[in-house]
C-alpha cells in the first residue's frame, strides 16, 4: 500500500475570509481555492501545496455539536513554537495547556468560532519524532 496522509480538513466557520486571514498570518498559508460550495455557501482552501483546511460557511449544519464533536483540535505542527504562539497573541487569541512532554512541546488556542487549535513542535533537543 502507498503512503497515505490526510490532505485536507473541512470545518464549517462563521466568517471563511475573517479564518483564512487568520490562518495565512499565524501559518504562513496561502489561499489555494475560493468559490461557490454547496447549498448557497463558500469555501476556502486556505494551506501549504500539500495540505490544507477547508473553511465552509453555507446552509446549516446538523446537530449543533458540542465541544469534542465531531471535531476535538486540529493539530499543526511547527519549527518555532514561540514565533508561532507571539503571532497568536498578537492577534488578540488567548494560548493555554502548555505542555513539554513527549513527543514534543504543545499549546493551544481557540480561534474566533471556537474552533480549537494544537500546536506542536518536535525541533526540540528534548523531543525529536523517530522515524523508525
Same mark, same amino acid.
Not at 494551506?47 to 499543526?76: C, T
Not at 503571532?87 to 494560548?95: D, K
Not at 513527543?103 to 480561534?111: A, E, L, T
Given at each position: 500500500?502507498?503512503?497515505?496522509?490526510?490532505?485536507?480538513?473541512?470545518?464549517? $466557520? #462563521? @466568517?471563511?475570509?475573517?479564518? #483564512?486571514?487568520?490562518?495565512?498570518? *499565524?501559518?504562513?498559508?496561502?489561499?489555494?481555492?475560493? %468559490?461557490?460550495?454547496?447549498?448557497? %455557501?463558500?469555501?476556502?482552501?486556505?494551506? #501549504?501545496?500539500?495540505?490544507?483546511? +477547508?473553511?465552509y460557511n453555507g446552509g446549516s449544519v446538523a446537530g449543533g455539536f458540542?465541544? %469534542?464533536?465531531?471535531?476535538?483540535?486540529?493539530?499543526?505542527? $511547527?519549527?518555532? *513554537?514561540?514565533?508561532?504562539?507571539?503571532?497568536?497573541?498578537?492577534?488578540?487569541?488567548?494560548?493555554?495547556?502548555? %505542555?513539554?512532554?513527549?513527543?514534543?512541546?504543545?499549546?493551544?488556542?481557540? @480561534?474566533? @468560532?471556537?474552533?480549537?487549535?494544537?500546536?506542536?513542535?518536535? +525541533?526540540?533537543?528534548?523531543?525529536?519524532? #523517530? @522515524?523508525?
Amino acid at each position: 500500500m502507498s503512503a497515505l496522509r490526510i490532505e485536507h480538513v473541512n470545518i464549517t $466557520v #462563521s @466568517d471563511p475570509e475573517r479564518t #483564512s486571514r487568520l490562518l495565512e498570518s *499565524l501559518f504562513g498559508w496561502e489561499v489555494r481555492w475560493s %468559490g461557490l460550495a454547496q447549498n448557497g %455557501g463558500r469555501t476556502i482552501h486556505v494551506g #501549504s501545496g500539500d495540505h490544507y483546511v +477547508a473553511l465552509y460557511n453555507g446552509g446549516s449544519v446538523a446537530g449543533g455539536f458540542g465541544k %469534542g464533536r465531531p471535531l476535538n483540535h486540529i493539530g499543526i505542527e $511547527v519549527d518555532d *513554537l514561540e514565533e508561532t504562539e507571539a503571532r497568536v497573541l498578537a492577534a488578540g487569541l488567548r494560548t493555554f495547556s502548555h %505542555g513539554n512532554y513527549e513527543p514534543g512541546r504543545r499549546f493551544y488556542f481557540f @480561534d474566533l @468560532d471556537e474552533i480549537e487549535y494544537e500546536i506542536v513542535c518536535y +525541533a526540540s533537543e528534548t523531543y525529536r519524532r #523517530s @522515524d523508525s
